[in-house]
Antibody
Framework: QLQLQESGPGLVKPSETLSLTCSVS??????????WGWVRQPPGKGLEWIGS???????YYNPSLKSRVSISLDTSKNHFSLKVNSITAADTAVYYC???????????????WGRGTLVTVSS | QSVLTQPPSVSGAPGQRVTISCTGS?????????VHWYQQVPGTAPKLLIY???NRPSGVPDRFSGSKSGTSASLAITGLQAEDEADYYC????????????FGGGTKLTVL
């Protein structure tokens, strides 16, 4: 069954590093047809793209977060991960992982989403 | 403030037609980059609704359609149903932000 599932701590202290993992089932993250991305949504607000990674190792990050974010993938476990350092309260959000496709389009789109995980930044 | 501008809210009665606009600029929609749309029922993950300006994924009713012209795009919903009440987001690419995927601020659709 095609599925993405986020996992990680629900509470992180300010100034620490947030680490999340997205476990993928039903499709290989080694496929050259997809990127794998992270999107977040602060409570009551809209969606914000964080970054994306391809099997080849190519990564793209939101310029506003680039200095604090890294995304990696582990093909042996078929999962990819997000790290955000120097966390502040402004990073409190639901974090979604998603698959990106380019089929019949010229801009990558998010065609499959995880259910999301709420991360709260608080001491 | 989002690079892509959407109205905060729209509403319509069951059976009516509503449209949601997504206004960009010459560095995103106006540059020819595709627009995609997502539907998000409160408390759930976003769901792909329209991709590549006007394509519907399998399972999305043909009551939903997308279009693009100039620096703007639109999502149209005909035969409005109670289950359509949700938040809707447009998404594209902006070349002025060191290459960034951008979302609209979202539009809350209320079915009266």
């Amino acid at each position: 069954q095609l599925q993405l599932q986020e996992s990680g701590p629900g509470l992180v202290k300010p100034s620490e590093t947030l680490s999340l993992t997205c476990s993928v089932s039903g499709v290989s993250i080694s496929s050259i047809s997809y990127y794998w991305g992270w999107v977040r949504q602060p409570p009551g607000k809209g969606l914000e793209w964080i970054g994306s990674i391809h099997y080849s190792g190519t990564t793209y990050y939101n310029p506003s977060l680039k200095s604090r974010v890294s995304i990696s993938l582990d093909t042996s476990k078929n999962h990819f991960s997000l790290k955000v350092n120097s966390i502040t309260a402004a990073d409190t959000a639901v974090y979604y992982c998603a698959r990106e496709s380019l089929e019949m389009a010229t801009v990558w789109y998010f065609d499959l989403w995880g259910r999301g995980t709420l991360v709260t930044v608080s001491s | 403030q989002s690079v892509l501008t959407q109205p905060p809210s729209v509403s319509g009665a069951p059976g009516q037609r509503v449209t949601i606009s997504c206004t960009g600029s010459s560095s995103n929609i106006g540059a020819g980059f595709d627009v995609h749309w997502y539907q998000q029922v409160p408390g759930t993950a976003p769901k792909l609704l329209i991709y590549g300006n006007n394509n519907r994924p399998s399972g999305v009713p043909d009551r939903f359609s997308g279009s693009k012209s100039g620096t703007s795009a639109s999502l149209a919903i005909t035969g409005l149903q109670a289950e359509d009440e949700a938040d809707y987001y447009c998404h594209s690419y902006d070349s002025s932000l060191s290459g960034s995927k951008v979302f609209g601020g979202g539009t809350k659709l209320t079915v009266l």
